[in-house]
């Protein structure tokens, strides 16, 4: 008798866990609903209420790349004497070796591990950079009372994979820009309006101390760094070799720095290319969890909807190349918001303004097109503008969420 192996397709899988989740919470919230009652009968119905969760205050973080989203935040509840627990899914996450007193710190696991414990958590206020609560794997808890999202990046808040940010409580902005594309979407979608609150940019706050401590790079060669997004739009998986090849010609140094996603989502295209440039002395690939060395190397970047275009320019205040030919918005938010999205979203139009356009019938002359580039004043006081608008608050960001945090414990106790 021949026995064929059991095959469950990613989005069957993704179904039965979320089962399976469920009936696990519930589970778990009546056992507590009954200890709690049998607690209740047998102190004689004198259980005195001292906290509402387990945890009035929780942060995830679900990779390295998203550390300094969150150190300004973890600092400032540390400043105040404020316990917070702070769960991640990095087993090497620095946090864990901080000398903190009330940042409670926790390695969670990956994945699926890592949703089975967020999906039973019991808190007041979550804060988590991680998109599609309540769409796939990540469900809200009937423990947790307010979701809040931080952007991690000044751009677009509606340039997520679709329901990126629909069921969260509250989302917090680096630009009031940001709100306009989200109310829009939920009008569109029928969907109740979160509190949606300005704060500033908490990456770009911790990182641009930490620029000031970077060595310069003595005899430096001149640097182009390939920095894209990811998915079958973004600038590798699209042209790849198309684009690397005349680069690594020119003999100036390549950085190539892949998007934290492509190494999960599309790890066999990168294989590919790095076995075909496994013997170019002057292309390098960066999988760092911190981009800025990699940005303070570089002379000029090459990327098309990231938004490392933006921490380049704000941070280092250098041109940006970027290609945009293509693009495909169904796989985003924004595609929601009607034909004309991709012109009309906030991060495309000031691109225009800020960088410089660069197609595919260019890339075989693609080494005089970077020598022939000029930074302009008028490129240098669009990128400041630009920046003014998308991170408000410079140096402020953390204490606004912590500000925003607490009032939210007091409206939930009253």
């Keep these: 008798m021949l026995i064929y192996p059991l095959y469950i397709d990613p989005g069957t899988g993704s179904a039965l866990f979320s089962i399976l989740i469920g009936a696990a919470a519930t589970i778990y919230f009546l056992g507590r609903a009954l200890i709690i009652k049998l607690k209740i009968v047998i102190s004689g119905g004198k259980i005195t ?65 890592a949703f089975l414990r967020l999906n039973m958590l019991k808190a007041n206020v979550v804060l988590m950079t991680t998109p599609g609560l309540d769409v796939y794997q990540l ?22 994979r679709l329901f990126g940010i629909d069921y969260f409580d509250s989302v917090l902005l680096t ?23 300005t704060v500033g940019c908490t990456y770009l706050d911790a990182v641009s101390e930490k620029i000031k401590s970077i060595a310069k790079e003595e005899g430096r060669p001149f640097t182009v760094l390939i920095s894209p ?28 720095r892949p998007h934290p996603q492509s190494k999960k989502s599309e790890n066999a295209m990168l294989e590919k290319l790095a076995e075909r440039y496994r013997d170019a002395a002057n292309l390098e ?8 060395y990699s940005l303070a190397k570089s002379d000029i970047m090459i990327s098309d909807f990231s938004g490392i275009i933006y921490d380049y320019m704000f941070l280092f205040d250098r041109p940006v190349m970027y ?3 293509g693009f495909d918005m169904r796989l ?11 012109e009309n979203l906030w991060q495309f139009k000031v691109l225009k303004e800020i960088g410089i356009p660069l197609k ?4 075989t002359s693609i080494g005089d097109i970077i020598k022939n580039a000029s930074d302009s004043d008028e490129l240098r006081q669009a990128r400041q503008k630009a920046k003014d608008t998308a991170w408000q608050y410079r140096g402020e960001a953390g204490k606004r969420i912590a500000d925003f945090i607490l009032s939210l414990r007091v409206e939930t106790v009253n």
């Design 49 to 113: 209420k001292t906290s509402d969760a387990e945890n009035q205050y929780v942060i995830y973080n679900e990779g390295s790349q998203y550390s300094n989203v969150f150190k300004p935040v973890l600092d400032e509840f540390e400043t105040r004497g404020i316990n917070i627990l702070y769960l991640s899914s990095n087993k090497n996450d620095p946090f864990f070796n901080e000398s903190y007193n009330f940042v409670k710190t926790e390695f969670i696991g990956e994945e699926n591990k």
């Design 139 to 160: 469900k809200r808890s009937k423990g947790v009372k307010h979701y809040a999202h931080i952007l991690h990046a000044p751009s677009d808040a509606v340039m997520y």
């Design 175 to 197: 630009g009031d820009y940001q709100a306009k594309d989200i109310r829009a979407l939920e009008k569109q979608r029928g969907l109740p309006e979160k509190r949606l609150v």
């Design 229 to 256: 997004s990811w998915g079958p739009s973004a600038l590798l998986s699209r042209y790849g070799a198309k684009l690397l090849d005349p680069l690594v010609k020119t003999g100036w140094r390549i950085i190539v």
């Design 285 to 292: 690939w960066d999988y760092e969890s911190e981009n800025i």
């Design 323 to 325: 290609v945009l030919q």
């Design 332 to 342: 985003y938010d924004a595609d929601d918001l009607g034909e004309d999205a991709a």
């Design 360 to 363: 595919e019938e260019d890339f």
